[in-house]
């Protein structure tokens, strides 16, 4: 064995390359332990069997499910029961899988667990319908006679809400087989832009010839070397502005499919289909890009300030990502360090935070180092009934890997917290709300760092890592959510969104969120057709309402101290027992009003008056 917090690769003297360790040659405590979930391989098999053997159990309630209130709460309970297996047999060979990728066996038991749940599916297909057909007053009334039920009242609720939005059973077949040529724009996308376009060489900044793809365009937008960042730039953008037509044809057949559904569902519009389904009201989104547009004067002070500090004549698209204070030296941070330093940067959180983040460190809740095969990136598990989550992560000894743990830690406390104080029916939370508590974390210990950094390029460093933070996630993906709201409301008026207008609509959009300073080159108005989000049927708003939520919870933690704190862990133990809005309501933070947006926005401008202090 070796230590990992000193090297994370082994040299090979033969081949004279470095490489990555084996599962094998990793210590324990840096391996998350398995048998938290599973024993061994055969009690998960003890499980998948019982599932196999129960699914025909559904049969005995199919048309009696709302006989009585017993019916219906055995039917409730014993799906649920299946529903908790699954969860589990589906965890364990997941982690097993994703520890190292070229094991067979766990990739054939994740086989398994998927055919079984669309058999589980299907055997249980008849209890919403059967439920949504039975009379409101009487479901409540079974609700209401039957004390073990009431536990199911918001479930009960949210599945009513749909009521008005289901359609007869010949109807919703239909609807089901059209899914089928609805994913076709998105599909036919996600293969031309990631298997089929074909994209220039480019020359770096050593004068060598690459070939541009997706992640070298990312890469050269950080470059130092202005001319190669314009190279990529336009280079990468070129065969979007060839295929225009084709793309304009897809992003039409996207918005086509939403609104096809939305109509269908007697929906007032493809957006509100879109927010009803985590009782999101309009008014949140409206109000999101409202207040943005209200409060845009910080992004056009950042931009100001970039041209300066960049000490060019115009600012461009290919400018806004190149960082303006190097650190001379970047530090290294071990994953022993980096686990006191998210501690000491969640301290205000008090003990029953910090006893639960610790339960996880000290507990092989997380797979830390990269070995072979491992599967790549950084993910928490989400809540699994009954067992704790999970945290993957490839440590490197960077920063980004101290962000990455407080960011996957926010989730797996999220998740922790939801499973221990929530039952089964609301052990999860809606997508709305799950960037709040990894954002959280990381506004913390970003906070921290500035406080305990010791020069001042490492302060100007992360002080713009803050403020490229709030411009990625809330400015850029707002207006990304406005666009996406416009084209929608044109295309369902009946307007012709060709790939003159659609560009178009993007750079006015584009100009107005980066202001006068900005110079727009012909290629960035072609960026609409590179956002792959954009087919992602609204979604992209709730990165920016989870920051603001997360910024706004953050300065009530740091100005008001314990009651604060009571009430975020409240937040983190709600899961689904009521909507997410009013969750957050109860956290303290209201997204019907602007406040969320102004905690950012001063926080902005306080972070660019800090920055031109200190230059």
């Known amino acids: ?16 390359t470095i490489e990555v360790p084996t599962r094998e040659e990793i210590e324990e405590q840096y391996k998350w332990n398995l048998t938290d979930i599973y024993s061994s391989d055969e009690e998960w098999e003890i499980d998948f069997k019982f599932v196999e053997e129960s699914i025909i159990g559904y049969a005995q309630f199919e048309g009696r499910i709302t006989d009585s209130s017993v019916t219906l709460l055995a039917c409730l309970k ?45 055997a249980s297909s008849f209890i919403k319908p059967e439920l949504l057909k039975t009379d409101e007053e009487k479901l409540i009334g079974l609700i209401n006679s039957n004390p073990d039920l009431k536990i199911y009242k918001q479930s009960f609720d949210d599945l009513l809400r749909f009521r008005k939005h289901t359609l007869e059973r010949e109807q919703e077949e239909l609807l089901a087989m059209a899914s089928e040529v609805t994913q ?63 793309f304009s044809s897809l992003f039409n057949g996207n918005l086509k499919s939403n609104i096809f559904y939305a109509k269908a569902r007697k929906y007032n519009s493809a957006r509100e289909a879109a927010l009803f389904k985590n009782n999101i009201p309009i008014s949140v989104y409206d109000n999101l890009v409202e207040a943005v547009n209200k409060n845009i004067a910080p992004m056009y002070r950042w931009a100001s300030l970039k041209k300066k500090l960049l000490k060019i004549d115009e600012l461009h698209p ?9 650190q001379k030296l970047e530090k290294k941070y071990s994953y022993e360090e980096s686990k006191q330093i998210v501690n000491d940067s969640l301290k205000i959180m008090g003990e029953d935070y910090l006893t639960s983040l610790n339960k996880a460190f000290d507990n092989r809740w997380v797979d830390v180092y990269e070995t072979k095969a491992k599967r790549s990136g950084a993910y928490s598990s989400g809540t699994t009934f009954g067992v704790h989550p999970y945290v993957l992560l490839n440590w ?16 797996n406390m999220h998740s922790y917290y939801t499973g221990l104080h929530q039952p089964y029916t609301y052990a999860n939370y809606s997508i709305f709300l799950a960037e709040v508590a990894s954002t959280f974390n990381e506004n913390l210990l970003l906070d921290h760092l500035i406080k305990i950094s010791e020069s001042k390029e490492e302060k100007l460093f992360l002080l713009e890592k803050y403020l490229n933070n709030i411009t990625t996630t809330v400015y850029r993906q707002v207006m990304f959510a406005e666009f996406e709201s416009l084209t929608h409301y044109k295309a369902e008026s009946g307007e012709a969104l060709t790939p003159d207008v659609l560009c178009k609509l993007y750079k006015d959009v584009y100009q107005k969120y980066w202001g006068p300073e900005m110079k727009i080159d012909e290629e960035e108005s072609y960026t609409w057709a590179r956002v792959p989000h ?20 953050a300065l009530k933690v740091k100005s008001d101290g314990e009651p604060a704190v009571q009430k975020y862990l409240d937040f983190l133990k709600a899961g689904s027992s009521d909507y997410p809005i009013n969750i957050l309501d109860k956290a303290g933070v209201n997204m019907n009003s602007q406040e969320p947006i102004l905690a950012v926005t001063t926080k902005m401008n306080q972070i660019i008056d800090e920055i031109e202090n200190l230059i």
């Open 78 to 122: 014993f799906d649920e029961e299946i529903g908790m297996k699954l969860e589990r047999l589906y965890l364990y060979c997941m982690l097993a899988k994703d520890s190292d990728m070229r094991n067979t066996k766990y990739q054939g038991m994740d086989d398994r667990i998927k055919q079984i749940y669309s058999k589980v599916l299907t």
């Open 184 to 246: 076709v724009p998105y599909n036919t996308y996600s293969l031309f832009t990631n298997a089929d376009l074909k994209f220039p060489k480019v020359k770096d900044e050593q004068g060598n010839e690459l070939e541009m793809s997706h992640s070298r365009f990312y890469s050269a937008l950080y470059s130092k070397d202005r001319s190669y960042r314009e190279r990529a730039f336009k280079s990468y953008l070129k065969p979007f502005m060839e295929n225009v037509n084709s």
């Open 1 to 16: 064995m070796f230590n990992h917090n000193l090297i994370t690769r082994i040299y090979n003297p033969d081949t004279h």
């Open 318 to 326: 290919y400018d806004v990502y190149v960082t303006l204070f190097d």
């Open 396 to 411: 490197t000894d960077l920063l980004n890997d101290v962000f990455t743990l407080a960011h996957e830690m926010g989730h």
């Open 534 to 553: 954009f087919y992602y049927n609204f979604y992209v708003y709730q990165y920016a309402t989870g920051f603001a939520a997360s910024e706004a919870l």
